[in-house]
């Protein structure tokens, strides 16, 4: 009886870490079935407790999303512990009908620009109907090679706007807004509470520490939309 009080619990646990995930990736429950490759209505039952917690629906996660198994199942670690790049994607012909994600006349790494200027409909030229590509995503283009050969010189970026900056995914790519630049790094964890380390790809580069209070905003890279210059 005990033991059974124990998994019941530790399943609780877990089935909360799921839910994290889908309010921080901005999931429904549909979505989080289809990308973990389970059926939506056992999904449900996972997170109602009419099924018991399996190692498979773990290792679904873990391996789907590239969450750490340490903390799915135990709550230590980061839930996403690892260095994780975005899906590369060829970049398809860019659409002028007003359907699918907006592509922005705007180089997100160059400038000081301030949100509200940046992703106006005048600076639209187009779409990129991609599936699987959030609503809520804007394409805009990379210049330089810091993040080399992850995104290259001239590649495209899907990117999603945080509501919030309590919660960091370290070891993601994020567009990182300072008062007199725009970045695009890996965030990853500073001994320094008050601090972030910016991480470059491209292992010319140093990593930047830089004061939480002295970010202005933060923007998720979903996709990578790679151009390919020899066509």
């Not at 609780?12 to 839910?19: A, C, F, T, Y």
């Not at 949100?115 to 005048?122: C, E, I, N, V």
């Not at 999603?160 to 993601?172: P, Y």
């Not at 725009?182 to 491209?202: G, Q």
């Amino acid at each position: 009886m005990v033991m059974e009080t124990e998994n019941k619990q530790n399943d609780q646990q877990i089935v909360e870490r799921i839910k994290y995930l889908m309010d921080e990736l901005r999931y429904k429950q549909v979505e989080f079935a289809e990308k973990i490759d389970i059926n939506a209505s056992n999904l449900s039952k996972y997170l109602n407790g009419r099924l018991p917690i399996s190692s498979a629906l773990i290792n679904r996660i873990v391996v789907n999303l590239g969450v750490s198994k340490q903390w799915l199942e135990e709550g230590t670690d980061l839930p996403f512990a690892k260095q994780v790049s975005p899906p590369t994607l060829s970049v398809p012909p860019v659409q002028l009908s007003n359907q699918g994600t907006p592509v922005y006349d705007i180089d997100v790494t160059a400038g000081s620009m301030p949100r509200a200027s940046m992703f106006t409909d005048d600076r639209i030229v187009g779409w990129v109907d991609l599936p699987g590509m959030s609503s809520e995503c804007r394409i805009v283009k990379v210049n330089g090679d810091s993040m080399k050969p992850v995104i290259c010189n001239g590649d495209y970026v899907a990117i999603r706007e945080l509501t919030s900056m309590r919660h960091i995914f370290w070891g993601e790519i994020y567009v990182v807004m300072l008062d007199d630049y725009r970045l695009i790094k890996y965030v990853r964890r500073n001994p320094d509470p008050n601090l972030v380390t910016l991480r470059s790809a491209n292992k010319d580069y140093d990593d930047m520490d830089v004061p939480r209070s002295d970010i202005r905003e933060m923007m998720i890279v979903k996709q990578i939309l790679h151009v390919d210059n020899r066509l």
